[in-house]
Nanobody, 123 residues
Framework: QVQLVESGGGLVQTGDSLRLSCAAS????????MGWFRQAPGKEREIVAA????????YYADSVKGRFTISRDNAKNTVYLQMNSLKPEDTAVYYC????????????????WGQGTQVTVSS
């Protein structure tokens, strides 16, 4: 069992930056692939980025490539999402999730989920 708690969301302006954090409970954090997803009102949940067990591999959705960076610190049981050059279309609830295998982009493949953190980007 893994419990995930996101933090770091907020209201920012276009072009600003935010760093999201996701803290995981348990001693097996390094055995999970971690993903960041987002869901905007009226839209399906979509993957934003994913990182492999030791951070050697990363994946980004085309919409965030070059602007967002996913990283993890297994000693701190934490995964991060650095978001730069934010746009209004990045507005969504952001979730972190854990999976055992690499690479799944479908939300249904992920086993554990956090409660989400709201990111709002004003124009």
């Amino acid at each position: 069992q893994v419990q995930l708690v996101e933090s770091g969301g907020g209201l920012v302006q276009t072009g600003d930056s935010l760093r999201l954090s996701c803290a995981a409970s348990g001693r097996t954090f390094s055995s999970y692939v971690m993903g960041w997803f987002r869901q905007a009102p009226g839209k399906e949940r979509e993957i934003v980025a994913a990182i492999s067990w030791t951070g050697g591999n990363t994946y980004y959705a085309d919409s965030v490539k070059g602007r967002f960076t996913i990283s993890r610190d297994n000693a701190k049981n934490t995964v991060y999402l650095q978001m730069n050059s934010l746009k209004p279309e990045d507005t969504a609830v952001y979730y972190c999730a854990a999976d055992h295998t690499w690479l799944n982009v479908a939300p249904s493949a992920y086993i554990y989920w956090g409660q989400g953190t709201q990111v709002t980007v004003s124009s």
